[in-house]
Nanobody
Framework: QVQLVESGGGLVQAGGSLRLSCAAS????????MGWYRQAPGKERELVAF???????YYEDSVKGRFTISRDNAMSITALQMNSLKPEDTAVYFC???????????WGRGTQVTASS
């Protein structure tokens, strides 16, 4: 059974840092594109950061320079280091694993991140 389990969320003051981890089981992530998405109350889910199987990265404009995505294929872990958190970063953060044409597409259940002002 494929599982993506997020951890590392929590409550932090604005300006603080959190590190999210996504642990995958039941699949090999080596050839998969990994992404972090977030969904704030009343808003649509949006892509925050992405790292391809060949280590290309993408960041949503509002997090550039503050967030860093990384992956460890041997450990089947994808991480998101979040620095200088702002109240507008508050959301549930979801891990996604997908093959390039999304013939396989998996989601975690999410972890809450709250940055208080």
């Amino acid at each position: 059974q494929v599982q993506l389990v997020e951890s590392g969320g929590g409550l932090v003051q604005a300006g603080g840092s959190l590190r999210l981890s996504c642990a995958a089981s039941g699949l090999t992530i080596d050839n998969m594109d990994m992404g972090w998405y977030r969904q704030a109350p009343g808003k649509e889910r949006e892509l925050v950061a992405f790292i391809s199987s060949d280590l290309r990265t993408y960041y949503e404009d509002s997090v550039k320079g503050r967030f860093t995505i990384s992956r460890d294929n041997a450990m089947s872990i994808t991480a998101l280091q979040m620095n200088s958190l702002k109240p507008e970063d508050t959301a549930v953060y979801f891990c996604n694993a997908a093959t390039p044409y999304r013939t396989q597409n998996y989601w975690g259940r999410g972890t809450q991140v709250t940055a208080s002002s």
